[in-house]
């Protein structure tokens, strides 16, 4: 039988965290703080478009112990590699550090850059996450929310909605410039502003929020990942290029063109693409925003079973449009079909990462071991599930 992947309690995260920190700078931190990861329940690959979008965070997370130092240093331990990182405050800048000390030295940059704080801190941090990596569920931002949340309290920042707002546009910036990867505003915003039993209707051109129910045990309905451990990495060039390809074909076009009523055939035609990676990355924006205000009517009508043909349909959309679906993605989207499931798509950047399905209560192990079966004999990795409850976002917890 397939295996659930239980969720670390977070007090527990940020033992693991103050317990590394001792262990490699020899004293205690100021704090703990922690921030998840997510899911998104529909409104992929256009949150750059200005569009909405529908996540909530993860009852996983990453945990980061803080302290602030007088000195012009950076030093970053982590329970998931050996070495401390360690280098000059003054030296951070685009495109350095490299890998993953980017994420958390490229906030303290960013906050700056952006006045969010009036100067670079020397700072000692240790890292523990119970957010897979490479599963595309956002533990870089998950990481980069931590730190931003940890030093805009040690430093007197705003950290109410409205700074929290702020911190995510410094994460975005950290993760677009100092780390390379050119993402979008919806998973720092997540992992900053989820409330607990809430998605997210979040607006990605004002960044306003409306929070939407989603009480799944009461329909008799969960969420599940399934994370298919094919790694996706946002700074390998796909997505870069995918997002590319939408904003070319989207700058003509705008929010006008979805307008209720439209009909897309004919925006399509009027757009007047004969590339077919244009017109399918365009018919993809079209359709998906369509479908996430399908959910967001279906939620507040509090038809929760019925979301699921949306989620099929915008799996199938992702796959076949806008082209950034994989073998082991596609795999357990029909597996989990197969056994019953409602809906079940991918989620996130793309090309690898993890799947989100919509299943009965009563037909979770059915799903589980369908999944688990059809990776097997397809010659994939074996699968890890994982607890999909919306739970709340980055806070200080210890
Ligand atoms: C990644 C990016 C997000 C978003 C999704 C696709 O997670 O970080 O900004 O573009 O891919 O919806």
Same mark, same amino acid.
């Given at each position: 039988?397939?295996?659930?992947?239980?969720?670390?309690?977070?007090?527990?995260?940020?033992?693991?965290?103050?317990?590394?920190?001792?262990?490699?700078?020899?004293?205690?931190?100021?704090?703990?703080?922690?921030?998840?990861?997510?899911?998104?329940?529909?409104?992929?690959?256009?949150?750059?478009?200005?569009?909405?979008?529908?996540?909530?965070?993860?009852?996983?997370?990453?945990?980061?112990?803080?302290?602030?130092?007088?000195?012009?240093?950076?030093?970053?331990?982590?329970?998931?590699?050996?070495?401390?990182?360690?280098?000059?405050?003054?030296?951070?800048?685009?495109?350095?550090?490299?890998?993953?000390?980017?994420?958390?030295?490229?906030?303290?940059?960013?906050?700056?850059?952006?006045?969010?704080?009036?100067?670079?801190?020397?700072?000692?941090?240790?890292?523990?996450?119970?957010?897979?990596?490479?599963?595309?569920?956002?533990?870089?931002?998950?990481?980069?929310?931590?730190?931003?949340?940890?030093?805009?309290?040690?430093?007197?920042?705003?950290?109410?909605?409205?700074?929290?707002?702020?911190?995510?546009?410094?994460?975005?910036?950290?993760?677009?410039?100092?780390?390379?990867?050119?993402?979008?505003?919806?998973?720092?915003?997540?992992?900053?502003?989820?409330?607990?039993? *809430?998605?997210? &209707?979040?607006?990605? @051109?004002?960044?306003?929020?409306?929070?939407?129910?989603?009480? %799944? /045990? !009461?329909?008799? #309905?969960?969420?599940?990942?399934?994370?298919?451990?094919?790694?996706?990495?946002?700074?390998?060039?796909?997505?870069?290029?995918?997002?590319?390809?939408?904003?070319?074909?989207?700058?003509?076009?705008?929010?006008?063109?979805?307008?209720?009523?439209?009909?897309?055939?004919?925006?399509?035609?009027?757009?007047?693409?004969?590339?077919?990676?244009?017109?399918?990355?365009?018919?993809?924006?079209?359709?998906?925003?369509?479908?996430?205000?399908?959910?967001?009517?279906?939620?507040?009508?509090?038809?929760?079973?019925?979301?699921?043909?949306?989620?099929?349909?915008?799996?199938?959309?992702? *796959?076949?449009? &806008?082209?950034?679906? @994989?073998?082991?993605?596609?795999?357990?989207?029909?597996?989990? %079909? /197969? !056994?019953?499931? #409602?809906?079940?798509?991918?989620?996130?950047?793309?090309?690898?990462?993890?799947?989100?399905?919509?299943?009965?209560?009563?037909?979770?192990?059915?799903?589980?071991?369908?999944?688990?079966?059809?990776?097997?004999?397809?010659?994939?990795?074996?699968?890890?599930?994982?607890?999909?409850?919306?739970?709340?976002?980055?806070?200080?917890?210890?």
């Amino acid at each position: 039988m397939a295996t659930r992947v239980k969720p670390v309690a977070p007090e527990h995260l940020g033992e693991r965290a103050a317990d590394l920190f001792g262990e490699r700078f020899g004293t205690v931190p100021d704090g703990v703080w922690i921030a998840p990861g997510r899911a998104n329940l529909i409104g992929e690959h256009i949150d750059y478009t200005g569009a909405k979008t529908m996540p909530f965070a993860l009852p996983y997370a990453t945990a980061v112990a803080v302290r602030v130092h007088s000195h012009d240093r950076l030093r970053v331990a982590s329970t998931a590699y050996e070495d401390v990182w360690e280098g000059a405050v003054s030296e951070v800048e685009p495109g350095h550090p490299n890998g993953w000390p980017a994420y958390v030295a490229g906030v303290p940059w960013a906050m700056t850059y952006h006045d969010t704080i009036a100067r670079m801190p020397g700072l000692d941090i240790a890292v523990h996450s119970s957010v897979p990596e490479g599963a595309g569920l956002s533990s870089s931002a998950a990481l980069e929310s931590a730190v931003a949340l940890a030093i805009a309290e040690l430093f007197g920042a705003a950290t109410d909605d409205a700074g929290r707002r702020t911190l995510a546009r410094d994460c975005v910036t950290a993760e677009n410039i100092v780390a390379g990867a050119a993402t979008g505003g919806m998973d720092q915003s997540v992992a900053l502003r989820a409330r607990q039993g *809430r998605v997210m &209707l979040l607006d990605c @051109s004002s960044f306003a929020v409306e929070y939407l129910s989603l009480d %799944l /045990a !009461a329909a008799g #309905l969960a969420l599940l990942v399934i994370n298919t451990n094919a790694p996706h990495r946002l700074v390998d060039g796909g997505y870069a290029l995918r997002r590319s390809t939408v904003e070319r074909v989207w700058s003509g076009i705008g929010r006008a063109a979805v307008s209720e009523g439209t009909d897309i055939d004919e925006v399509l035609r009027r757009a007047a693409v004969d590339d077919p990676m244009l017109t399918g990355a365009l018919r993809h924006v079209l359709t998906e925003i369509r479908r996430v205000d399908a959910v967001a009517a279906l939620l507040r009508a509090g038809e929760l079973a019925a979301i699921g043909s949306h989620l099929t349909a915008s799996h199938a959309s992702l *796959r076949d449009d &806008l082209v950034v679906s @994989s073998v082991e993605l596609d795999c357990a989207v029909a597996a989990a %079909l /197969a !056994a019953g499931a #409602l809906g079940a798509r991918m989620i996130g950047g793309g090309f690898g990462g993890s799947v989100l399905a919509l299943v009965r209560l009563d037909h979770i192990g059915l799903t589980l071991e369908s999944v688990r079966r059809a990776a097997h004999d397809a010659g994939l990795p074996e699968p890890d599930f994982l607890h999909a409850t919306p739970s709340g976002a980055a806070r200080r917890v210890c």
